[in-house]
């Protein structure tokens, strides 16, 4: 079974500074992957997703992500973050044809921006 | 309606109570989870369904826990006999392609069982 480790569980940055949260995954076959965000008080959504193609996916606010498929790694970065940053992100990975689809999500990474 | 919704959105039980939450999911949506989310321990999956059946049921913590769907739409999420450690915020998400694996969640209901 698939699972996602993401090794940072707080993470405290001033603002303008460079984000990256780390994400591991552990299954073998053909994956998508998934970064979504909770900022306080709202629910769940999506900040970016990687099916094929480019393994370096950009999502919304300027997120970007890469896929590393030898290190099953699919770290998120921010070149210069944002008080409005702060945040929860989730880290996910579905694994593709096993006959349903089930998203499984890392632990998350509260990150909290200093102004 | 524009997004899933759920209810209530704030449960307070007594332990040993049965509650029951409520998923609505965005229309035409045939896939359906559930998800737990405690303090320090991410979303824990709970179970899946394709239309009215449920594929996956694995998630869930005891046989105290049960859901259904009906009509492809609406689901229930029931707990029996609820226990301090059900205290969580539960999270219901659809998806309308189950290859994808994007899911659009709704704002959860928090349960506090005393």
């Known amino acids: 079974a698939q699972s996602v480790s993401q090794h940072n569980h707080h993470v405290i940055l001033s603002e303008a500074a460079s984000l990256e949260l780390g994400c591991n995954y552990s299954y073998g076959g053909t994956v998508n992957l998934f970064w979504y965000v909770q900022y306080p008080g709202q629910h769940l959504q999506l900040l970016l997703k990687y099916f094929s193609g480019d393994p370096l996916v950009k999502g919304i606010k300027g997120f970007e992500a890469e896929f590393i498929k030898s290190k099953f790694s699919f770290n998120l970065r921010k070149p210069s973050v944002q008080w409005s940053d702060t945040a929860e992100y989730f880290c996910a990975v579905n694994a593709v044809n096993t006959g349903f689809q089930k998203l499984v999500f890392g632990t998350g990474t509260r990150l909290l921006v200093s102004p | 309606g524009a997004g899933v919704s759920q209810s209530p959105s704030n449960k307070v039980t007594e332990k040993g109570k049965d509650v029951e939450l409520r998923c609505d999911p965005i229309s035409g949506h045939t896939a359906l989870y559930w998800y737990r989310q405690s303090l320090g321990q991410g979303l824990e999956f709970l179970i899946y369904f394709q239309g009215n059946s449920a594929p996956d049921k694995s998630g869930l913590p005891s046989d105290r826990f049960s859901a259904e769907r009906t009509g492809g739409s609406v689901s229930t999420l029931t707990i029996q006999r609820t226990q301090q450690e059900d205290s969580a915020v539960y999270l219901c998400?659809?998806?309308?392609?189950?290859?994808?694996?994007?899911?659009?969640f709704g704002e959860g209901s928090r349960l506090t069982v005393l």
């Open positions: 998400a659809s998806n309308p392609d189950r290859e994808t694996g994007e899911l659009f």
